[in-house]
């Protein structure tokens, strides 16, 4: 087996804890992978902001990689070191066939720095909310300086449900998928997602999939989960995710990741 190189995994459901907690193990897991010379990589759908809030788990980081791939940010330096926008006529032409597919459904657009919404859109992000809105989901795609994801909320809606009359759409210029959010859809940039950006990186350091190990728990890690030579699904995680990984591990809410790290360290 190839040597390990880099720990990728996603945070919510997964390397965090329930209410998005930094736990002992997974900072003593981190701190030990990096120490024996591993790279750590967040690969999540949350924005950079949050590590603003976030300053512990950002300590333990090589990277982020934040919108479900669109951006990749450094969180020693705080700085965005690239980011992948949807072009606007196809965020629009999007949000028009989702909205007649799915009645009910409200639109607001991730730039990465703030969620411009259009009214009615009341998803609240638990972590970074920053939110403003304008008076129609033009206005909005007019008024973001980039459109790193568009949103698609319906208030009370299963996510799971919404994603498969989706994939059944001709939904052109954009990739599709969600991160287990209630009720909600997310839009990328079509090529933009988790294992593009995380190959992307890894690659970019002489790092081929074989030498990464990966862990992730909803349908936007699937393709990440694939890819790497080493993966693991929580035991909470969907069934896409599961069926996606070469491996288990225990759940979020047990320390599941960082007790497979201590696991692979022992073989570093």
Known sequence: ????????????????????????????????????GVLTVAVTARPPRVF??????????DAAICSNGAIVYDPAAREVRTAL???????????????????????????????????????????????????????AIGAAPQIVKLLAHRRGGDQDALLAAARGLDLR??????????????????????????AAWCAARGVGPEAVAAFGDAPNDVPMLAWAGRSFAVANA????????AGRCGSNAEDGVAAAVAGLLRSV
């Open 52 to 61: 603003d809030e976030w300053t512990g788990l950002a300590a333990l980081l």
């Open 173 to 198: 210029g954009v990739a599709l998928s969600h991160s287990g959010g209630s009720g909600l859809l997310e839009l990328t940039a079509a090529g933009v997602g988790k294992a593009e950006a995380l």
């Open 85 to 139: 926008g949807i072009d606007a006529e196809a965020a629009a032409l999007a949000a028009k066939t989702l909205r007649e597919a799915l009645p009910g459904l409200r639109f607001a657009v991730e730039t990465g720095f703030e969620v411009v919404a259009e009214p009615g859109y009341d998803r609240v992000d638990s972590v970074g909310e920053r939110r403003v809105t304008r008076d129609s989901l033009a206005e």
């Open 238 to 245: 969907h069934p896409e995710a599961v069926a996606a990984a």
């Open 1 to 36: 087996m190839s040597v390990l190189r880099v720990i990728a995994s996603d945070l919510d459901g997964t390397l965090l804890a329930p209410c998005s907690t930094l736990t002992e193990p997974t900072i003593a897991a981190l701190r030990a992978a990096r120490e024996r």
